[in-house]
């Protein structure tokens, strides 16, 4: 591996100080959206993004349902943006995640769920933008500049938002602690050594990503990124699906990552792990309950849904690695710009 550091390197390294200075600066807009809610009681959240940012919804998905009770719905900004469609949002809170808030469907998107009747909270980088201008409440990211083209610290600090937001929201004292002890977990995590998987990622043309839960959003960022900063192919599916026929394409050899956190679900993606192990794959796993597929090591935090996210942590250290030996530049992937303004 290349001792080169990139922007995405640094930026990694800077997510602990990004999450610290989100709940210190952003901790009163935190707190009055989640007042809003509980005044608002909504029936679900519909949530609008794209790429890294549909991860983290993904993952707030997962949160929500399983500490609130209360069902997540992604919405297609296109319905608005493209095919001007009106919403029946009334009685909902409409959650758009965007790092630049530029995005002009996104915008849309937001301004309709506003006109539908939703409460509208926006989580963004930039409280300026047209997205924050759209929204009743804004969560600002104070994550700093993010130069990388792929995004780390905005995807870390767009999920500890809305997880703090939520975690708010339910008044739950156990999980406030662990969303406030995450910086020193995290710092943790992005000095996790995960270059066993790292060295045999370097020569691949294509992997299988993971997770089952809040879990399964990290392995879903996890596929993008091999795509975006290394030009690995790598396709995401929960653990619960794969053995229903996209194991038929492993062979022996096959590289697969599974994200296992601390919680309910890590002895399942496990035994798929291991199953997979089994038929010849090369298996990943971050957890040491495995028995024949390899583990990686795993911060533990101090709760099973704050857990995900030292995993992607660890994961993003690692990735922009892979990058830099396969003679590609992280920072900026051909094809990509660092805002894309889709209609």
Avoid at 200 to 214: E, F, H, Q
Wanted: charged fraction near 20%; aromatic fraction near 4%; hydrophobic fraction near 50%.
């Amino acid at each position: 591996m290349t001792g080169t550091q990139s922007l995405m390197r640094k930026e990694v390294r800077e997510i602990p100080e990004a999450v610290a200075r989100l709940l210190d600066a952003g901790g009163e807009a935190i707190r009055a959206a989640a007042a809003d809610a509980r005044r608002r009681d909504p029936a679900y959240i519909a949530t609008v993004a794209r790429g890294s940012s549909d991860h983290a919804c993904t993952y707030l998905k997962y949160v929500s349902e399983l500490t609130l009770g209360l069902p997540v719905a992604s919405i297609g900004p296109s319905v608005a943006s493209i095919y001007k469609a009106p919403l029946r949002l009334q009685g909902s809170l409409c959650l758009t995640v965007s790092q630049s808030g530029r995005s002009p469907d996104i915008v849309e998107m937001a301004r309709a769920a506003r006109a539908g009747g939703a409460l509208t909270v926006a989580v963004t980088n930039d409280a300026a933008s047209p997205l924050a201008a759209a929204s009743e409440r804004v969560l600002a990211l104070h994550a700093g500049p993010e130069l990388s083209v792929a995004a780390t610290k905005t995807f870390v600090t767009s999920a500890v938002a809305g997880l703090a937001l939520l975690a708010e929201w339910k008044g739950d004292a156990a999980l406030l602690s662990a969303v406030a002890a995450l910086p020193g977990h995290l710092e943790a995590a992005a000095r996790s050594d995960w270059g066993a998987l790292g060295d045999r990622l370097v020569s691949a043309g294509s992997l299988y990503t993971l997770g089952r839960g809040p879990g399964f959003a990290m392995s879903g960022e996890a596929a993008l990124k091999f795509k975006e900063t290394c030009l690995i192919h790598a396709e995401n599916y929960s653990s619960a699906e794969v053995l229903h026929g996209p194991v038929s394409i492993v062979g022996q050899g096959f590289p697969v990552l599974a994200f296992a956190a601390a919680d309910a679900a890590e002895d399942t993606v496990v035994a798929v792990a291991d199953a997979l192990a089994a038929k010849g794959a090369e298996v990943f796993v971050t957890s040491d309950r495995a028995g024949q597929a390899a583990r990686l090591p795993a911060v533990r935090t101090d709760h099973p849904l704050t857990d995900p996210l030292a995993l992607i942590v660890a994961f993003y250290a690692m990735v922009e690695r892979v990058a830099l030996a396969r003679g590609i530049d992280p920072d900026r992937p051909r094809h990509l710009a660092k805002v894309t303004e889709t209609v």
